[in-house]
């Protein structure tokens, strides 16, 4: 029997897997993070502040050609850094949810 290949976004602290939902298509990190039941902190939604800023551990979220202001740091990219309000996962995604800091 065929089963459906669903992607999963995953949410981890250290090696602790703290939920996981499907992947939405066009769908924020943060409003996965909800579906899964795992809270990320989070304040102005807009990409600005920073406060939702995890590491991305395996899969892809593209990031906008024009940085927003929370996420304006090379070392930060280099580090896996993204977004949860603005990210949207383009494929199945693991992700950490300390920041790369
Ligand atoms: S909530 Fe402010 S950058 Fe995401």
Redesign the pocket.
């Known amino acids: 029997m065929n089963e459906a290949i669903v992607a999963l976004v995953r949410f981890f602290r250290g090696s602790a897997l703290l939920g996981f939902t499907p992947l939405v298509e066009n769908q924020t990190l943060?409003q996965h993070a909800e579906d899964a039941g795992v809270e990320i902190p989070?304040?102005?939604?807009?990409?600005?502040?920073?406060?939702?800023?995890v590491t991305l551990l395996s899969g892809q979220i593209p990031l906008p050609e024009d940085l927003?202001p929370?996420?304006d740091d090379e070392f930060l990219i280099e580090q896996h850094a993204r977004?949860?309000?603005?990210g949207i996962p383009s494929t199945s995604v693991d992700i950490e949810l300390s920041p790369p800091l």
Not at 43 to 49: E, L, M, P, V, Y
């Open positions: 943060l989070s304040n102005c939604t807009s990409g600005t502040c920073g406060s939702c800023m927003p929370g996420l977004l949860s309000c603005i």
